[in-house]
């Protein structure tokens, strides 16, 4: 990560707020800090934020470039905002956000794992499990996977980046609870596209990373998923049908566009 955004994003927040460099992605760099915006009461707790920094890019114009990061800032925020009041519906809680300066920051969610597996997102929680890879342990934590897209879907958003990496684990008692992050890409849709390609990058993603077992992994995510609309009776029967019937077509362009390099 280039120290040069990270003295930034120290000048932007004062030396009052310590922080610590997550990850920087294309879109932005992601830093904990274990001080709260608004609640300076919290320093010296365990509590921990996410702050989420969109930097200028240099190849846009200037003005451009300050319109899209304020576009896409707020678009997040808003997203999570509205998600959050979903009831079952399990998404970081929006604590700030600065749209113009481009700055998110949002509850921290996730834990690491033991033994080295890393921070419990989806898809290092499959890797610690590839020795009891159909445990039940497994299979419910999957289920709860599909009934938290499934309730996004119901609820028409959609992710737009569903990958392994943006399901986060937190523990819930003996289980684990999926909450989805990264909203950067979502949007509100009613449209059975989006919804077909929100689960086929999942799909190509765990079948990408976890190709063993992922037969059986998307199965039980599809289970989940199903399972939020059947018990909506028959308007939840109808919209199933057509999210599955676009998803296979999806998936099919997907097969002919791979077989065509
Ligand atoms: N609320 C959160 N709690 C804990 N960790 C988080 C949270 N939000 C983000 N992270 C961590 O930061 C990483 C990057 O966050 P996010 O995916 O939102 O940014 P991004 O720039 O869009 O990433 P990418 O370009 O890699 O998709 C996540 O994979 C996760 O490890």
Known sequence: MTQEFIDKVSEYLTQDINITPISQGAEAIVFSTTTHP?????????????????????????????????????????LLAKLHLIPGLCVPQLIACDSYNGYIWLEFLGEDLPEGYGFSNLKNFLWMHDKDPYSDLVAATLHKVGRQIGLLHWNDYCHGDLTSSNIVLVKDGAGWMPHLIDFGLGSVS???????????????????????????????IMEGFEAVYLERGAKGTKKLKEVSKRFQEVRLRGRKRSMLG
């Open 190 to 220: 009613n449209l059975v596209e989006d919804k077909g390609v929100d689960l086929y990058v999942l799909e190509r993603a765990i079948l990408s990373t976890h190709s063993k077992h992922a037969e059986r992994y998307n199965a039980w």
């Open 38 to 78: 608004y609640l300076p009461e919290t320093k010296g707790t365990h509590e921990k934020y996410i702050i989420k920094y969109r930097p200028p890019k240099r190849y846009r114009h200037p003005q451009i470039d300050q319109a899209l990061t304020k576009h896409r800032t707020l678009n997040e925020s808003r």
